[in-house]
């Protein structure tokens, strides 16, 4: 008999006394104490308490706030973790508690012993819609590097990121790097079967150690693709954490984390004299690497420091003369805008992301051999060749954000299998140098008529005329001479929000 016939011979009966308590909850709300309810919205989780509305009675830390006196909303992807004990039901969740800061908060309700599994059941429903095809209790392998940036990255793991991944129950082993090539070694040397991600909690330096490390292994092609690498920004430089989680804080970051969506990352090939190393990041050559590397003893300054750099040789009009060899894939600004769209209409299916499946014949392969041959080799004959007297800047992006407000490659996306190329010729204004610097935080710079930008597979430069200079690889020094580079589609592996873009306004 159904709970609406079985009230039809006594009008007084109450209908919500007579339906199913078990069958009501499985689905969408679950009662809880004695006055209130919790509810799977559509995109939140509502608490519905009338305690609410009672001074001093609130069962709840840090709710978001509500029009309703007594309804509160968590947003599902705040949910961190949520569990049950024979008399309670506990939901942690990452509350804002300032702008750009978040950190963990709970509620906890009783739950009567007789609905124990009707709890249960209600809780899988929860983290279903909280992680979506993201991965629950993430093992992560944390790297710090108390060296970078202001030195800070040990206290602010501790203060913003561990109390995040702690509450949304991960797996976390925490290793402090010593000096610099740790990563690389700390990367090589890694149980892959014991870890779904690498975190460093750092600048840029340490996710380029840990790439090169997971590269030079036996199972390199294995190692990448199983392994998401990721950034915690504690450094002077976050732009991986800009490009995928869309944050420079690292709080949010670590929940962007907890959250993230494995997404395959296409990785350069540098070549350069006998050496071989991957890139995730940039290259470059002229008034950027300069304007980075030149001002290290500037590390004070903050993110200031390069802008400082970029004027300073500005007013200079410094050139750097080269012969370039490229690669083109898409060499038209209106063509490449329709790659991009086309792309970012691409994304692939929920079913297909989560996890990244590994081919059987790359399992115990190195590095993907060089289609190009290295940067002495014969220059394949369908380059293009060409003399550049007078550049001023030759920028090569794997990711969009360069810096916070520094979106150089607008155009890029994680696994495209280009390489994204500006060049700028040296002799422009002074006013026009500048108001490309300007154009670039407001998201003009790539419709600029002088802005060279190209898709490429890949490209070999040859400075010249030159005894000394800079290069800049991921915001690193290499030596001042010709290297090449060679773009893997999908070789790395990152999480992500959306699993599919880069978190900058694209073209």
């Given at each position: 008999m159904s709970p609406a016939t079985a009230t039809v011979g006594d009008p007084f009966a109450d209908p919500i006394a007579a339906v199913d308590r078990a069958e009501t909850i499985t689905e969408t709300t679950l009662v809880v104490g004695r006055s209130a309810t919790l509810t799977l919205g559509t995109d939140s989780l509502i608490v519905l308490d009338e305690g609410f509305t009672k001074e001093g009675t609130g069962r709840c830390c840090g709710l978001l706030p509500s029009k309703s006196k007594n309804t509160r909303p968590i947003p599902f992807h705040n949910v961190l973790w949520a569990d049950t004990s024979e008399l309670s039901l506990t939901i942690w969740f990452a509350q804002q508690t300032s702008e750009g800061f978040v950190q963990p908060a709970l509620i906890s309700y009783s739950v009567e012993k007789t609905n124990g599994s009707t709890a249960k059941i209600w809780i899988s429903k929860l983290l279903d819609r909280a992680y979506g095809e993201s991965q629950r209790r993430k093992r992560i392998k944390v790297l710090i590097n108390p060296f970078g940036g202001k030195g800070s990255a040990?206290?602010?793991?501790?203060?913003?990121?561990?109390?995040?991944?702690?509450?949304?129950?991960?797996?976390?082993?925490?290793?402090?790097?010593?000096?610099?090539?740790?990563?690389?070694?700390?990367?090589?040397?890694?149980?892959?079967?014991?870890?779904?991600?690498?975190?460093?909690?750092?600048g840029d330096g340490v996710p380029h150690e840990v790439f090169n490390g997971l590269g030079n292994r036996k199972d390199a092609q294995k190692a990448l693709s199983k392994v998401a690498v990721v950034q915690l920004p504690c450094g002077t430089g976050n732009a991986m954490s800009w490009n995928l989680n869309g944050t420079g804080s690292p709080s949010l970051a670590a929940l962007y984390v907890v959250k993230g969506i494995q997404t395959p990352l296409d990785l350069v090939s540098i070549t350069q004299g006998n050496r071989r190393f991957l890139s995730f990041l940039s290259q470059s050559v002229g008034i950027v690497a300069e304007s980075d590397l030149a001002t290290e003893h500037l590390r004070w300054m903050g993110e200031h420091r390069f802008t400082y750099g970029f004027l300073l040789r500005l007013l200079r009009k410094t050139v750097y003369p080269c012969d370039l060899a490229v690669k083109v894939v898409i060499g038209d600004k209106q063509a490449i805008r329709q790659h991009y769209r086309r792309e970012l209409g691409n994304s692939p299916s929920t079913g297909k992301?989560?996890?990244?499946?590994?081919?059987?014949?790359?399992?115990?392969?190195?590095?993907?051999?060089?289609?190009?041959?290295?940067?002495?080799?014969?220059?394949?004959?369908?380059?293009?060749?060409?003399?550049?007297?007078?550049?001023g800047n030759f920028y090569a992006g794997n990711m969009a954000y360069m810096a916070p407000n520094a979106n150089f490659f607008p155009a890029a996306l994680p696994n495209d299998g280009t390489i994204d190329l500006v060049c700028i010729d040296g002799h422009i204004s002074r006013i026009t140098a500048l108001k490309s610097l300007a154009a670039v935080e407001s998201d003009s710079f790539y419709d600029m008529e002088h802005v060279s930008y190209r898709k490429v597979r890949a490209f070999r430069i040859i400075p010249r005329d030159q005894k000394t200079g800079y290069i800049s690889i991921d915001g690193e020094k290499v030596p001042f001479e010709p290297f090449q580079a060679?773009?893997?589609?999908?070789?790395?592996?990152?999480?992500?929000?959306?699993?599919?873009?880069?978190?900058?306004?694209?073209?």
């Open positions: 040990q206290k602010l793991y501790s203060r913003d990121i561990e109390p995040i991944f702690t509450a949304a129950r991960s797996v976390i082993d925490v290793e402090r790097t010593q000096y610099q090539g740790h990563a690389v070694e700390i990367a090589e040397n890694l149980d892959i079967e014991a870890f779904d991600i690498v975190a460093c909690c750092s992301r989560g996890t990244r499946s590994i081919a059987t014949d790359s399992v115990n392969e190195e590095l993907p051999p060089l289609k190009f041959g290295k940067v002495g080799d014969e220059l394949p004959e369908d380059w293009q060749l060409a003399p550049y007297d007078t550049l060679e773009v893997h589609q999908g070789l790395g592996t990152v999480l992500s929000k959306c699993g599919h873009v880069y978190e900058a306004p694209g073209v």
